[in-house]
Every structure is written in C-alpha cells, then in structure tokens.
C-alpha cells in the first residue's frame, strides 16, 4: 500500500523548484491502486509545459522514492 505521508515527502523535495517558476503543487488523493492525483496551482495552472512536468518532473520522483505508485495525474 501506498503511504501518503511517503508521497507528501516526495512532493516536498519537488516544490522548492516549482515555487521558484511561481507554482506549486497540492496532493489531492492516494488511491488503494497506487494512483496519485495531484493538483497543479499558480504559474503550473495552464502552462504550456504542465503535462512535461507533471510527468517528467513529479511523476519520475514520486515513483523513484515512493514504491507501489503506478501513475501521477493531474485533477
């Protein structure tokens, strides 16, 4: 099973650098098959580039440190 308190970690090693483009990142939901759902906020909110970092940024660090997540989506 996926800890949240595990995810909410890899998230704080993530957020200093979106902080510094003018965004952030919330955890919405840890589901009971390993989906993370995460909301993207600020400057991250319909940039261009959101899925990039969604997907090469959050999801690749998530899934490093956090074993049993099988996906990172954005809601």
């Not at 308190?5 to 965004?23: F, H, T, Y």
């Not at 009971?32 to 991250?44: P, T």
């Not at 909110?45 to 997540?69: D, F, H, W, Y």
Request: with cysteine.
């Amino acid at each position: 099973m996926v800890l949240e308190s595990d995810v909410r970690s890899a998230l704080d090693e993530i957020r200093p650098a979106l902080q510094a483009d003018g965004g952030d990142v919330e955890l919405v939901e840890v589901t009971e098959d390993g989906v993370v759902r995460v909301r993207l906020q600020g400057a991250c909110q319909g940039c261009p580039m959101s899925a990039m970092t969604l997907k090469n940024g959050i999801e690749r660090v998530i899934m490093e440190r956090v074993p049993g997540v099988v996906e990172v989506e954005a809601v």
